[in-house]
């Protein structure tokens, strides 16, 4: 949730099946409607209930990114130590959910929704970070978007937002962003006052290269005058010199 952005119905509802190791993308097309999962099967656990996610812009393609992509098989190598428990459903692969129970009776079956509560605690003890609920993680999820300068829209699509208003709650400004706000501008003006300095260079340039071009002429012309106009032409050579 922290490297996706998931909500907790697709994250309990994540397959295998959904991962695309090679091009780095997890695609999200079902959701666990938990808060109806209320029917006790004949093995004594809730029955799970899958459903299509409510709208078009929550079915969606999500990169994976470095920390996913390499935790993803240690995960799989820590729960399919065995073979799995069995569900009586053709519809349902167990073996094809990511996030299951990876010890006891009931090894293989998919998590709760309590487990993953219980456990965020924890986790983020563990972490050294303080302590949040499940949804923190998708929110913290898009706080980061935004302070690593994704745009809005963008964001709005990963998180599978259906309007950018939902979006700015999660995607909120943080003393971070507003801070790397401050550098820009102060790196923006540091660029126009060095531009504006070597504009300055470069005039300096020209008209100390024009001066000596000028001074070479007027030597040139300190030569014997054939007449009096000369002379008022070379007064005025030494007047702009000067």
Known sequence: MFDCGLRV????ALRWSRVDFKHCIISIDTIRIYNSEVKVNDIGLKDMMLDTPKTTKSIRKIPLTDCAYDALPDLFKQTHPNEIIKL????????DFIFIKPTGKFHGYPLAITSAQVAMPRISDRAGIPRLN???????YGVRLREAGVDINDIQDLMGHVDSETTKLYAEITPKIKEDAVKKRKKRQALKNKARLDCYYLIDVV??????????????LRTPLRNNGD????????????
């Open 9 to 12: 119905g697709e994250d309990l």
């Open 88 to 95: 009586n459903r053709s519809d349902i692969d167990l073996n």
């Open 134 to 140: 499940v949804h923190g993680c998708r929110h913290t």
């Open 207 to 220: 008209i100390s290269t024009f001066l000596l071009n000028f001074r070479s002429i007027h030597n040139r």
């Open 231 to 242: 002379h008022h032409v070379i007064d005025q050579l030494q007047f702009l010199i000067v």
